[in-house]
Antibody, heavy 121, light 106 residues
């Protein structure tokens, strides 16, 4: 089965750091672009970041630029999101999502179950 | 920054057609996607590239995009279609979601 499984969420203090992981299985991870999308409690979806298949190209939402870093290890079939200088407004469920293959424009065709990040003192 | 606007809620009777709109400046010049999210679940892609359905998505889901508005149409709406729906597009290399529409089937 095609699957994405996030981990690493939890409670972190404002200004602290956290690294999220997303383990992929059931598809060729090394050729897939990947994304992080978040959803604050009771709120809508917000795109956070994306990375291309070899990890050399990344992009970020303005709200996390300079604080978050997306990366990947294709040998381990794992996507990461390093979160630094976190703020209360970063509190959300974080989803990893696969970029749909063979489409003209990016679309998120496979989603993980999400991991909750709570920023609070 | 680019913005997408959706109505907060839409109601439809079972068996009728539901139309959920998504507005953005010259949205028709971009491709739009739609995602369905049921309570406590992860989102599911239901429409990509304006009007294409992924494998496994019922034919009653369709999409269109022209001018400033993209529309998700659900024909013969069923109770199982009750969910939040989000449109999404790209502003250069930045992803943008609409605020979401809660579809109620009553």
């Amino acid at each position: 089965d095609v699957q994405l499984v996030e981990s690493g969420g939890g409670l972190v203090q404002p200004g602290g750091s956290l690294r999220l992981s997303c383990a992929a299985s059931g598809f060729t991870f090394s050729t897939s672009w990947m994304h992080w999308v978040r959803q604050a409690p009771g709120k809508g979806l917000v795109w956070v970041s994306r990375i291309n298949s070899d990890g050399r190209s990344t992009s970020y939402a303005d709200s996390v630029k300079g604080r978050f870093t997306i990366s990947r290890d294709n040998a381990k079939n794992t996507l990461y999101l390093q979160m630094n200088s976190v703020r209360a407004e970063d509190t959300a469920v974080y989803y990893c999502a696969r970029d749909a293959p063979q489409v003209v424009v990016h679309a998120f065709d496979i989603w993980g179950q999400g991991t909750m990040v709570t920023v609070s003192s | 920054s680019y913005e997408l606007t959706q109505p907060p809620s839409v109601s439809v009777s079972p068996g009728q057609t539901a139309n959920i709109t998504c507005s953005g400046d010259k949205l028709g010049d971009r491709y739009a996607c739609w995602y369905q999210q049921k309570p406590g679940q992860s989102p599911v892609l239901v429409i990509y590239q304006d009007n294409k359905r992924p494998l496994g998505i019922p034919e009653r889901f369709s999409g269109s995009n022209s001018g400033n508005t993209a529309t998700l149409t659900i024909s013969g709406t069923q109770a199982m279609d009750e969910a939040d729906y989000y449109c999404q597009a790209w502003d250069s290399s930045t992803g943008v979601f609409g605020g979401g529409t809660k579809l109620t089937v009553l």
